[in-house]
């Protein structure tokens, strides 16, 4: 804290050299215990600079301590001193890729994932900390919540739809019929023009959907995808029938409690049928209705 550094390093590695061989690991763990206490110290005074250098230390000292790693990317962060090569020079990635990591903190792991997509969401190297994280939540919708985000920003706002799709598409590995991630893939296979897959992936989710509001939206994307792609046009047909008349049960079936994210997808479905036929006065008697329903439950949940 003198700014004296290397001889700080002298003081605390000298008597590293007259202590036994199987005593190393039990000084080790002192030293690393005393840094570690003096870097949260430190934190508490919200003297970052610090931290970031004791941590570093204590990445010498003992390189295999995860959780210090994690902090150590999070201050970097913090202090703009991030650099890609980072992860590849502190091992991270390496480290993450093993099975079982004895005391890993889950909430740390997790800002640290978030930390990493807002920082470099359109590096390649992201999906592999993301896959490297994800094998290590006890469950996997933990980190669905700073996956979906960064997804929709990377696929909608910086339109890179096939990146956005393979963060999807990983974290589908670890929880495989997750309605809500299959909906977005669906949507991103078909904005970068992979109808097929968009289209097969909009079928998955209507097999999946158990509510009415989840089958309507899960018809919308399948016929999204269809008249995308072109060529589909008895299916296109079809699929506009199967939606009306979806669609008309659900009316039938009021009043049903629905979430306010469901509410928020009524309107959409029903965007194509206009498209697909001239017959205002059915469309709208329908879709009026549904616009009824939709209001309604906005007022609810907007008291």
């Not at 959780?67 to 001193?81: A, C, R, T, Y």
């Not at 960064?150 to 739809?161: D, L, R």
């Not at 979806?246 to 049903?256: A, G, H, K, S, V």
């Amino acid at each position: 804290m003198q700014g004296q550094e290397a001889e700080a390093q002298m003081t605390w590695m000298l008597p590293f050299t007259e202590v036994e061989a199987e005593e190393i690991e039990f000084y080790t763990n002192e030293l690393t215990q005393v840094l570690q206490t003096e870097a949260e110290r430190h934190e508490t005074l919200a003297q970052y600079d610090i931290v970031w250098l004791i941590r570093q230390h204590i990445r010498e000292i003992n390189p295999e301590d995860i959780n210090n790693i994690l902090k150590i990317i999070l201050l970097s962060i913090h202090l703009e001193k991030f650099d890609i090569t980072d992860l590849n020079e502190y091992g991270i990635l390496k480290k993450l890729q093993k099975k079982e990591i004895l005391n890993l903190e889950q909430d740390l792991l997790q800002q640290a994932l978030e930390s990493i997509l807002k920082e470099i969401p359109l590096h390649p190297i992201s999906l592999e900390f993301i896959e490297g994280c994800l094998q290590h939540f006890s469950n996997p919708k933990d980190c669905f919540s700073v996956l979906l985000p960064a997804a929709m920003k990377i696929g909608h706002t910086f339109k890179q739809q096939k990146l956005a799709s393979q963060i999807l598409e990983i974290y589908l590995r670890f929880d495989t019929n997750h309605l809500e991630a299959l909906r977005h893939l669906a949507i991103f296979y078909q904005d970068n023009a992979n109808y097929s897959q968009g289209i097969e992936t909009a079928k998955l989710c209507y097999s999946l959907s158990e509510t009415l509001p989840d089958k309507i939206f899960a018809i919308h994307l399948v016929l999204r995808g269809l008249m995308g792609a072109g060529g589909y046009w008895q299916e296109v047909c079809s699929t506009c029938q199967q939606l009306e008349s979806t669609l008309q049960e659900f009316i039938r079936d009021q009043p049903l409690s629905i979430g306010e994210v469901e509410n928020l997808r009524l309107l959409t479905p029903a965007f194509a049928i206009p498209h697909i036929k001239d017959i205002p006065i059915e469309f709208r008697t329908v879709h009026n209705q549904i616009a009824n329903i939709f209001q309604t439950s906005i007022k609810a949940f907007a008291q």
